[in-house]
C-alpha cells in the first residue's frame, strides 16, 4: 500500500479534517489534497518532542494554522484550536498528523491516529 493510500484511506476516509504522513527528517511523504504542511513545520515538531516547553509557551504552528498544546507523551502530541485540533504521533521512522473537526471528537481523531500509527509499528515503520 502506497502512503497516500493510508492518508486516504486510513486517515481521511475516516473522517480527519487533513492529514500527513511524514518521514522524521521532516520529509513529506503523503498528505491530504488541501493541507500545506511543510517539512521545516514537520521538523520544529519532532525536535520539540524532547522539550515540550517550546510547544507550550508558542503553540504548534502547522499549514497556517496555530493550536494550543495540551498534552504530549513519548509518542504522541496533542494541540486545540476551536472545536477542533491536532492529534500527531511518532511512530520508528515517520510521524502521523492528524487534523480534526467538529463534529469529530478528539477522542476519536486520537483512535484513528494510533491505531494507524501502532499499526505502522508493528509493520517496522
Request: include cysteine; charge should be neutral; glycine fraction near 8%.
Amino acid at each position: 500500500m502506497s502512503w497516500q493510500t493510508y492518508v486516504d484511506s486510513q486517515m481521511i476516509e475516516k473522517k480527519l479534517k487533513q492529514a500527513a504522513i511524514a518521514g522524521l527528517d521532516g520529509s513529506i511523504w503523503a498528505k491530504s489534497n488541501d493541507f500545506n504542511i511543510s517539512p521545516e513545520e514537520v521538523k520544529k515538531v519532532l525536535n520539540s518532542y524532547t522539550d515540550t516547553s517550546v510547544m507550550a509557551s508558542s503553540g504548534i504552528n502547522l499549514a497556517g494554522q496555530k493550536y494550543f498544546f495540551l498534552s504530549a507523551t513519548d509518542d504522541v502530541v496533542r494541540g486545540k484550536q476551536g472545536k477542533g485540533g491536532v492529534h500527531i504521533m511518532k511512530t520508528n521512522q515517520a510521524v502521523l498528523v492528524a487534523v480534526y473537526d467538529d463534529p469529530m471528537l478528539a477522542p476519536e481523531a486520537a483512535t484513528v491516529t494510533e491505531t494507524l500509527g501502532n499499526y505502522l509499528k508493528g509493520c517496522g515503520y
